[in-house]
């Protein structure tokens, strides 16, 4: 069983920047972010398997990076030119196999999940 624990989140005006963190208890080969806006579904902003495949979708492209300290079994979300569409709980996600492809971003894909944090932006 692996902890997720994510940290970070807050309340941003439109453009400003949030970095996200999330530690993980143990080993993990791929983990990624989702968000979920208020009365929506759970959807994937970006993923990383290994250090070596990384995907985003397509409304954070440019804007999102996402990294990870394997050493610390640690990942991060920077988030720059935040928008009020960003708005939403974050959740890290976790997985001990390789996830790549189309269902990278799929919460379906990931076993382990941490609690969330709040990332509110206003225009």
């Known amino acids: 069983q692996v902890r997720l624990v994510e940290s970070g989140g807050g309340s941003v005006q439109a453009g400003g920047s949030l970095r996200l963190s999330c530690s993980a208890s143990?080993?993990?080969?791929?983990m990624a972010w989702f968000r979920q806006a208020p009365g929506k579904g759970n959807v994937g902003v970006a993923c990383i398997a290994g250090n070596d495949y990384i995907r985003y979708s397509d409304s954070v492209k440019g804007r999102f990076t996402i990294t990870r300290e394997s050493d610390k079994n640690t990942l991060y979300l920077q988030m720059n030119g935040l928008g009020p569409e960003d708005t939403g709980t974050y959740y890290c996600?976790?997985?001990?196999?390789?996830?790549?492809?189309?269902?990278?971003?799929?919460?379906?894909?990931?076993?382990?999940w941490g609690q969330g944090t709040q990332v509110t932006v206003s225009s």
């Open positions: 996600a976790a997985d001990t196999s390789r996830v790549t492809g189309d269902m990278a971003l799929y919460p379906s894909r990931y076993i382990y």
């Open positions: 143990g080993y993990t080969h791929s």
